[in-house]
């Protein structure tokens, strides 16, 4: 059955995603998919489909005669990972740039910047802002991969975001000047892209993921358990709960 463009295991799939993503389902985690199904309302059949779809997008481990996993990412491997998607959304704002984005495309980063900038208005991280946050943090790099008109880029990008700690939903809530550096980049980002500079769009970008990516490693690295804690709350804060799928 197919409901608004979805069949039930591409929206089960989907929900899974965010349940990994947001850390209700943990690294190393075995899958239990009769309580998976009561949870979601499914019977086995879609539900399976939906986990071999994530096997093969890498976030789930399957081991015969034993099931699914959580796929656990070392942090070498999330390192790496940062890299990639640093050079993929560097390469985005060079075409975008090329291509010349649209006044449109422009319009609405300049918004999303703006938003930001009143959610820091206060000098202070409130936690209820976070999922405004993150979803203003989401739709400003989406909008920059779309400008760029490459669906190969896309997905390859959206791959890196299969590796949890990577996604684009997790924000590290807890430090005003980090964050407000970060912000700072989103500014200058949309800046360069309005006067066409390409590589000054894209050495930012490289530099704006990259710290995300190194800031992070840093606290793995320091405090595996705390980082990982903090990353669940945070990339579950605002989470909706998983919805019973229509049959």
Known sequence: MIVNG???ADG?????REMILAGQLRPGERVHQDQLAELLGLSRTPLR???????TDGLLDYEANRGYRV??????TIRSVFEIRSVLEAQACRIAARLGCSEAVLARLDALVASGDE?????????????QWRRMNVEF??????????????????RTHNVPMVSDRVILWDDYDIIHRS???HHRIARALRSSEGERAAAIMSEHVSFAGDLL???????PEAALQQLIATAGSGSKKPKKAEK
Do not use: C, K, M, Y
């Not at 489909?49 to 096997?55: F, G």
């Not at 820091?120 to 802002?129: I, N, R, V």
């Not at 490693?217 to 405090?223: G, M, Q, T, Y």
């Open 6 to 8: 979805q069949t039930v």
């Open 12 to 16: 089960a799939a989907t929900t899974l």
């Open 49 to 55: 489909t939906a986990l071999a779809t994530l096997a």
């Open 71 to 76: 796929r656990s990412f070392s942090v070498d």
């Open 119 to 131: 959610i820091l208005a206060s000098g202070t991280l409130d936690p209820a802002a976070l999922p």
């Open 141 to 158: 790099h989406e909008t920059i991969i779309r400008a760029a008109n490459n669906p190969l880029l896309g997905e390859f990008v959206a």
């Open 183 to 185: 912000h700072d980049d």
């Open 217 to 223: 490693v840093e606290r793995l690295r320091n405090d």
